[in-house]
């Protein structure tokens, strides 16, 4: 069966320091794979979203993933923190048209000024 | 345009009472997706609605929840019998048919069971 790991429950980062998020997943077909941000009191956004073509992908905020079929990874990444990026962070894996949308179980960040 | 809405925002029940729970998806998404997030937890799938197809109940945890979708749009997920462990946010979310396509999500119902 399908599923997705976030192995970081809770990172505190310093603003202005380098982030990286780390997601594994398992999946029996082509997978495609997604990152949202919830922050407090707000829906979920979708951050970026990977199919095919360039293994690294650009979204929004500054933030960019890099899928790695050989690791089953899709790691977040951020180059420079920002206090406002405080949220919980989820990695989300589906089918082509959608079906069997997985969610794992967030990884909660916190930004020290 | 408008995008996913919700309804109510917020919900207080007593233990053993019916609710029921509202979903307005974007015009023109054929797909809805139902999940339960507890506090502190992770997105729980529900429910999914694929056009006409038979919806996709795998997720739902017990035959006390139920969800309809009428005229391929708006969304009503019912629990009968609510208990303490129901309390938890529900989400709703849409997206277009086709591939490649990501889910927009509604701001969620905030259901208290007392």
């Known amino acids: 069966a399908q599923s997705v790991t976030q192995p970081d429950i809770h990172i505190t980062v310093s603003e202005g320091a380098s982030l990286e998020l780390r997601c594994n997943y398992s999946?029996?077909?082509?997978?495609?794979l997604f990152w949202y941000v919830q922050s407090p009191g707000q829906g979920l956004q979708l951050l970026l979203k990977?199919?095919?073509?360039?293994?690294l992908v650009q979204g929004i905020k500054g933030f960019e993933a890099e899928f790695k079929r050989s690791q089953s990874s899709f790691n977040l990444r951020k180059p420079s923190v920002h206090w406002s990026d405080a949220a919980e962070y989820f990695c989300?894996?589906?089918?082509?048209?959608?079906?069997?949308?997985?969610f794992g179980p967030g990884t909660r960040l916190s930004v020290l000024p | 345009g408008a995008g996913v809405s919700q309804s109510p925002s917020n919900k207080v029940t007593e233990k053993g009472k019916d609710v029921e729970l509202r979903c307005d998806p974007i015009?023109?998404?054929?797909?809805l997706y139902w999940y339960r997030q507890s506090l502190g937890q992770g997105l729980e799938f529900l429910i999914y609605?694929?056009?006409?197809?038979?919806?996709?109940k795998s997720g739902l945890p017990s035959d006390r929840f139920s969800a309809e979708r009428t005229g391929g749009s708006v969304s009503t997920l019912t629990i009968q019998r609510t208990q303490q462990e129901d309390s938890a946010v529900y989400l709703c979310?849409?997206?277009?048919?086709?591939?490649?396509?990501?889910?927009?999500f509604g701001p969620g119902t905030r259901l208290t069971v007392l």
């Open positions: 609605f694929q056009g006409n197809s038979a919806p996709d």
């Open positions: 015009s023109g998404h054929t797909a």
């Open positions: 999946y029996g077909a082509t997978p495609y």
């Open positions: 979310a849409s997206r277009t048919s086709g591939s490649h396509n990501e889910q927009f």
């Open positions: 989300a894996v589906a089918g082509l048209y959608g079906q069997n949308f997985v």
């Open positions: 990977y199919f095919s073509g360039d293994t």
